[in-house]
């Protein structure tokens, strides 16, 4: 019988927290005031708010760039409405419209009259009603001033029409009351539904017959009269909507319990006296609009795990409460040890409560380290294989979910979230969950032998693979960051006299060493839980964000780019090619050169190829770097000292970047009618820029702290493997000139394009439009600096090279399709090849 809080834990799907304090414990001065005396912003009102505001938006766009659409469906409309006889429609138009006008009367007189309401509240909701009410009119009143006074004729036609009887004005943009009345209706928080929608949709159709509306204007009405209702609603707040104590004590009544007292206990809970000989209950309420407040994280959360749970504010709330019954009861029945339910009920259409019996214990995280004994973890595992043992899930084996009795028995709490007849990869993900819970309170060693002990060496080992943070529930996952934080903070003072430290071994990674020494045969390979990657959804977004930005500049200019590429100069546009196949030489010449160890040159200059396959599906150079550490690795060098080389190359990279731009700048000058004034802005800019954001990085100690741990890798390693490539400077002397070389081939390949569609810029202009066009595509967050790089080449080929847009739109179009598009095959080819011959 285990207690828990009313606290929603967004990463675990709805798991709640925390175990009911004792009189006078920590839980009743967090209690919340009596209902009904205040007033609380709900973020669903928000969440309903943007997305009314977005829904107007979408109609006046599609009213104005979908005219046809607009204006065919309202000639339809006008047509069936000239089979209504004339007198017929007028009439119903004003009889719907006094109706209309009588519904808030009648619903404010019957809430007011009524017997049973609560008189203060209703007084709040009647209020926060007249205030939508006012605002939407106000709305509608501003937008048809802005239709008549400012908006182009087409949106106007497409919201207006004639007024019958052939007179010259036009319609109301929003027709009529509409909007007032569903702006009182929602934020006054009516319970009459049937008779207002009759009313709206009768008032609507006699609009409509009559020829006084649009089916746009009716729309926007509609849209207008919400959205200003729950703009209201979370402006002003909502009188807060949880029942009061007596109220919740006459529903424990109803259900067939015998309550005496009740008194807050924590957010949303209540702690309940029955009647002597009867258990105390531990009353959870259920809110309708906190599960809703969640809605997109979760469901971003289900869109993208396979072993998420379902998004609760997707389900009805008697859907959920009787989805938590039914785990709870299965678990009951399993014999785990777990809280009993007493009794369900709904309170309203916003809430309901589950009462649990209550016992009085302390949550893991509440537990004093010595306290948490091998026969205390033994308990916890043996209740989980119980679990397990009837194919039901838990999803959420945080600290707070395992309640420790006063005899010291561990009781497995909160199964909102759990499932009946799960799958195997499911309880596999709780058997990994609860090793970390574990292991971040008693260490690795004893979780894992503890866990073997009453599970078995091949269950424990089955969930290896499923031992990944982003398959761990939120809070463990910040947990773990925290102890890896603090143990190389440890590790690193203690280093400090002696030399560099070393990076302490990870918590999952010494859990993993312990499943594996007691079962080698142990699955090592992580499984895939992920549906949809982040970066994936960007390179979407990142090609979308650049079609919508090159494409319409493709034909907004006089001389089409097109048509320019169509007729390059094939032996510059042959040498172009060639430029753009030599860079990935250049390139292989640039990372080996700063590799100790002897490589296969033939394998790295593929792996830079495969280079262009992976930029499609990650931002600017972090796939690059990626993939040159694990060709390192694969080919045997040992991780530190593969992410140290590649360090240091993109070290040399980038002064030899900025020296290269110092120079192209400084012959700029030295050319006939040159001047590196042009370039001099752009150059100096990100240097001013770059040193005031290490400056004010400094200045702020949790930004310091954040830098020093940053850099610290590279004094502890790179700047070792650097000290050891000085004693080969034929191999450093090969990786500088690879640096330099691959740049000067891009410049080259860019300068050739520009010539091939007939433009004669300068070549140390054009390196130095490429020199910052390439710095801002490796900062931009999108795969392959899409949009960020052509937009910039684009912009200072015009200012500093002198191109007129068309050609430099077909010179970057052309640069892009050589170094970008058509390397993309080649790329997955060569990547394949490495992964088939086990470099990769």
Excluded at 458 to 477: E, F, K, N, S
Excluded at 548 to 556: I, K
Excluded at 574 to 595: D, I, K, Q, R
Aim: hydrophobic fraction near 50%.
């Amino acid at each position: 019988m285990a207690i828990v809080t009313g606290r929603v834990d967004s990463d675990t799907g709805g798991a709640r927290s925390g175990g009911i304090p004792g009189p006078g414990g920590p839980g009743g001065d967090a209690a919340p005031g009596p209902a009904g005396t205040a007033r609380v912003r709900q973020p669903v009102a928000l969440i309903r708010l943007l997305a009314g505001v977005a829904a107007i938006t979408l109609t006046l766009l599609l009213a104005d760039y979908a005219r046809a659409t607009t204006s065919g469906i309202a000639s339809d409309v006008a047509q069936a409405a000239d089979l209504v006889p004339r007198p017929l429609a007028g009439l119903a138009g004003g009889l719907t419209t006094a109706a209309l006008l009588l519904v808030p009367a009648y619903s404010a007189a019957r809430r007011l009259t009524s017997a049973a309401a609560d008189r203060r509240r209703t007084l709040q909701h009647l209020s926060d009603g007249l205030l939508a009410a006012v605002l939407a009119y106000g709305i509608s009143l501003a937008l048809d001033l802005w239709v008549d006074e400012a908006a182009s004729p087409t949106l106007v036609a497409a919201l207006t029409q004639r007024l019958p009887g052939g007179s010259l004005a036009h319609t109301e943009p929003v027709y009529g009351y509409l909007a007032p009345v569903l702006g009182f209706l929602t934020a006054s928080a009516a319970r009459e539904r049937r008779l207002p929608r009759l009313t709206l949709a009768a008032s609507a159709l006699a609009g409509l017959a009559a020829g006084y509306a649009t089916p746009t204007a009716l729309l926007l009405g509609l849209l207008i009269g919400w959205t200003a209702a729950h703009g209201t609603r979370y402006a002003v707040g909502t009188p807060d909507p949880r029942p009061r104590p007596a109220q919740l004590l006459r529903s424990l009544r109803e259900a067939g319990l015998r309550p005496v007292a009740a008194r807050p206990a924590g957010p949303d809970r209540y702690l309940v006296t029955q009647e002597a000989g009867r258990p105390d209950l531990d009353v959870q309420l259920l809110d309708r609009q906190a599960v809703t407040a969640a809605l997109f994280q979760r469901a971003w959360r289900r869109m993208r795990l396979r072993t998420a749970p379902h998004p609760r504010a997707l389900r009805s709330l008697r859907t959920g409460l009787e989805h938590e019954a039914l785990v709870s009861y299965a678990a009951v029945a399993a014999g785990v040890r777990t809280r009993r339910i007493a009794a369900t009920a709904e309170l309203g259409r916003d809430s309901a409560l589950v009462a649990y019996e209550y016992l009085p214990g302390r949550t893991l995280d509440r537990l004093a380290d010595e306290e948490l004994t091998d026969a205390l973890l033994t308990d916890a595992w043996s209740q989980l294989a119980l679990l397990h043992r009837r194919e039901i899930s838990h999803r959420a084996l945080v600290p707070s979910a395992l309640l420790v009795d006063d005899a010291g028995a561990v009781h497995l709490v909160d199964l909102a979230d759990g499932d009946i007849a799960a799958s195997d990869l499911v309880m596999r993900c709780d058997t990994a969950q609860l090793l970390a819970t574990f292991a971040l309170r008693t260490g690795a060693e004893r979780a894992v032998r503890t866990a073997v002990a009453v599970l078995g060496a091949d269950t424990v080992g089955a969930a290896l693979p499923l031992l990944q943070p982003i398959a761990l529930a939120g809070t463990t996952r910040r947990e773990l960051k925290r102890a890896a934080s603090a143990a190389r903070a440890a590790s690193a003072e203690r280093s400090q006299p002696a030399g560099p430290a070393t990076p302490p071994v990870e918590l999952l990674d010494a859990i993993r060493a312990e499943v594996l020494r007691t079962q080698p045969q142990a699955p090592v390979r992580a499984v895939k839980v992920e549906r949809l990657r982040p970066r994936t959804l960007l390179a979407v977004c990142g090609g979308v964000v650049a079609g919508w930005l090159l494409l319409p500049q493709l034909f907004a200019t006089e001389q089409n780019p097109i048509a320019a590429v169509a007729d390059a100069d094939p032996l510059w546009l042959a040498l172009a090619l060639l430029a753009a196949v030599t860079s990935h030489v250049t390139a292989a010449m640039g990372f080996v050169g700063f590799v100790p160890e002897r490589l296969d040159f033939r394998n790295a200059v593929f792996a830079q190829v495969a280079g262009s396959f992976v930029k499609l599906v990650s931002p600017g150079g972090v796939g690059g770097v990626a993939l040159n550490t694990r060709f390192l690795q694969r080919a045997g060098i040992p991780t530190a000292q593969a992410l140290s080389s590649v360090g240091v190359g993109q070290l040399f990279g980038l002064v030899l970047h900025l020296l290269q731009l110092g120079a192209f700048v400084y012959l700029m000058g030295m050319e006939p009618g040159g001047s590196e004034l042009d370039a001099l802005p752009a150059v100096v800019g990100g240097l001013v820029g770059a040193g005031v954001l290490l400056a004010l990085v400094s200045a702020v100690p949790p930004a310091r702290r954040w830098l020093a741990a940053r850099l610290r890798p590279l004094t502890s390693e790179v700047l070792p493997r650097l000290v050891e490539l000085l004693r080969s400077p034929g191999r450093l002397a090969v990786g500088v000139a690879g640096q330099l070389l691959v740049s000067l081939c891009l410049v080259a390949c860019l300068y050739c394009c520009a010539r091939a569609v007939g433009r004669e810029p300068a070549f140390a202009a054009v390196a130095v439009v490429f020199l910052i066009g390439n710095a801002v595509g490796n900062a931009a967050p999108t795969p392959g600096g899409a949009g960020a790089v052509d937009s910039a080449l684009v912009t200072l080929l015009e200012h500093s090279a002198s191109m007129e847009e068309g050609g430099a739109l077909a010179a970057v179009a052309l640069y892009r399709l050589l170094t970008l598009v058509l390397p993309v095959l080649p790329g997955w080819a060569a990547f394949a090849w490495l992964q088939r011959r086990g470099a990769l």
